[in-house]
């Protein structure tokens, strides 16, 4: 890590000052995994234990929603409206911000994963989200969400309500200052367990949580990778996202457009499976690695996707192979193993 230039420090003080409400317990934990990393036989593999933010089962939409809501709440608002697929843990997360913040939520969340059964609809997540008092609507995989939003603020806005629309995944500039500021608290722990950090890997869908630790490592001066596996998208749509909430989170600093452009963008696109939301067998390999291994929980749909990249990254003729010390950052998500009975059936 070196000393933040000045336009840095200065961006990091208007990190420091913008509007946030506290959802999450963090610092959260970080731990060795010291039998996966000897099975990889490379790096020191450190998990950072971002599904412990313990907002209804934590996950890391709680740091992004941190600045989303201390945004909405900043502006008035009285209702939060988003979206997501069938068993979104961001649709949850948001339910349960509402739910803390005593906003109305509403949610709309499309039938986006093929090949489900009807209890799909019914349990894991979409359950935890009605439990928690949104009000959901289901809409076809191929409707347009965004449209569908923008109609239901519309209507709320008629009838007297303040609605805030979050978009996908959380995944603007502002959610992902979440992970600009969850960067430094990693770095911070880092530092103090003398291991100096060369990589982060993660799941990687809407990109804010990958934007937001690229523009974190950038106004810290640090000179690693944020290797990002995607879990569905292409590289052509992750990457489009992961810019857009990168060139949005430096505006809102102040920052030009283009400050973080010099960060790498990597994405891996080897383990997203058939489609988001379906595992295929090297998923299902990582969650039963992390489990047995590491009494370590991951899920189907993100984060065993992100730790069957990480695996072999680190391995002998991996990406991350020669390097002293990478981070999996697990992002939550087993809210959702009760619509994938498989996990347990398949090992
Ligand atoms: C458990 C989990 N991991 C990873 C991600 C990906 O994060 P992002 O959408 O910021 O790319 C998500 C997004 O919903 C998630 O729920």
Same mark, same amino acid.
């Given at each position: 890590?070196?000393?933040?230039?000045?336009?840095?420090?200065?961006?990091?003080?208007?990190?420091?000052?913008?509007?946030?409400?506290? $959802?999450?317990?963090?610092?959260?934990?970080?731990?060795?995994?010291?039998?996966?990393?000897? #099975?990889?036989?490379?790096?020191?593999?450190?998990?950072?234990?971002?599904?412990?933010?313990?907002?209804?089962?934590?996950? @890391?939409?709680? /740091?992004? #929603?941190?600045?989303?809501?201390?945004?909405? /709440?900043?502006?008035?608002?009285?209702?939060?409206?988003?979206?997501?697929?069938?068993?979104? @843990?961001?649709?949850?997360?948001?339910?349960?911000? *509402?739910?803390?913040?005593?906003?109305?939520?509403?949610?709309?969340?499309?039938?986006?994963?093929?090949?489900?059964?009807?209890?799909?609809?019914?349990?894991? @997540?979409?359950?935890?989200? /009605?439990?928690?008092?949104?009000?959901?609507?289901?809409?076809?995989?191929?409707?347009?969400?965004?449209?569908?939003?923008?109609?239901?603020?519309?209507? $709320?806005?008629?009838?007297?309500?303040?609605?805030? %629309?979050?978009? &996908?995944?959380?995944?603007?500039?502002? *959610?992902?200052?979440?992970?600009?500021?969850?960067?430094?608290?990693?770095?911070?722990?880092?530092?103090?367990?003398?291991?100096? #950090?060369?990589?982060?890997?993660?799941?990687? *869908?809407? *990109?804010?949580?990958?934007?937001? $630790?690229?523009?974190?490592?950038? #106004?810290?001066?640090?000179?690693?990778?944020?290797?990002?596996?995607?879990?569905?998208?292409?590289?052509?749509?992750?990457?489009? /996202?992961?810019?857009?909430?990168?060139?949005? +989170?430096?505006? $809102?600093?102040?920052?030009?457009?283009?400050?973080?452009?010099?960060?790498?963008?990597?994405?891996? &696109?080897?383990?997203?499976?058939?489609?988001?939301?379906?595992?295929? +067998?090297?998923?299902?390999?990582?969650?039963?690695?992390?489990?047995?291994?590491?009494?370590?929980?991951?899920?189907?749909?993100?984060? +065993?996707?992100?730790?069957?990249?990480?695996?072999?990254?680190?391995?002998?003729?991996?990406?991350?192979?020669?390097?002293?010390? %990478?981070?999996?950052?697990?992002?939550?998500?087993?809210?959702?193993?009760?619509?994938?009975?498989?996990?347990?059936?398949?090992?």
């Amino acid at each position: 890590m070196s000393i933040p230039s000045s336009p840095a420090f200065a961006a990091l003080h208007s990190l420091s000052n913008l509007p946030r409400s506290p $959802l999450g317990m963090t610092p959260t934990p970080l731990s060795l995994l010291a039998r996966v990393t000897a #099975l990889c036989g490379g790096p020191q593999i450190w998990i950072k234990r971002d599904d412990c933010t313990g907002l209804a089962t934590g996950g @890391n939409k709680t /740091r992004k #929603l941190e600045f989303l809501l201390g945004q909405a /709440r900043a502006m008035g608002c009285d209702t939060l409206i988003s979206q997501g697929a069938l068993q979104s @843990n961001h649709a949850r997360q948001v339910a349960a911000a *509402g739910a803390v913040a005593g906003m109305k939520v509403h949610l709309v969340l499309s039938d986006a994963v093929p090949d489900r059964s009807a209890n799909y609809a019914k349990v894991g @997540n979409i359950q935890l989200c /009605r439990l928690l008092g949104a009000q959901v609507q289901c809409i076809v995989g191929d409707a347009n969400a965004d449209e569908v939003c923008a109609a239901l603020a519309q209507q $709320l806005r008629r009838d007297g309500s303040r609605p805030y %629309v979050i978009p &996908m995944g959380g995944s603007n500039g502002m *959610g992902a200052l979440g992970y600009a500021a969850a960067f430094a608290e990693l770095a911070q722990q880092m530092q103090q367990l003398n291991a100096p #950090l060369d990589a982060v890997v993660l799941a990687s *869908g809407s *990109g804010g949580t990958q934007a937001g $630790l690229m523009l974190g490592g950038w #106004l810290q001066g640090w000179q690693g990778r944020i290797h990002g596996v995607s879990v569905g998208p292409t590289k052509e749509v992750l990457s489009a /996202r992961v810019n857009y909430a990168l060139v949005d +989170a430096c505006e $809102l600093l102040g920052l030009p457009a283009d400050a973080a452009a010099s960060v790498e963008l990597i994405t891996e &696109m080897g383990f997203k499976g058939p489609h988001y939301g379906v595992p295929d +067998a090297a998923t299902f390999k990582a969650l039963e690695l992390a489990a047995r291994e590491e009494g370590i929980l991951l899920d189907p749909v993100y984060s +065993a996707k992100g730790f069957a990249g990480l695996l072999q990254a680190c391995a002998t003729g991996g990406a991350l192979h020669g390097l002293s010390n %990478v981070v999996f950052l697990h992002t939550g998500g087993v809210a959702a193993m009760s619509a994938y009975p498989e996990a347990g059936e398949v090992l």
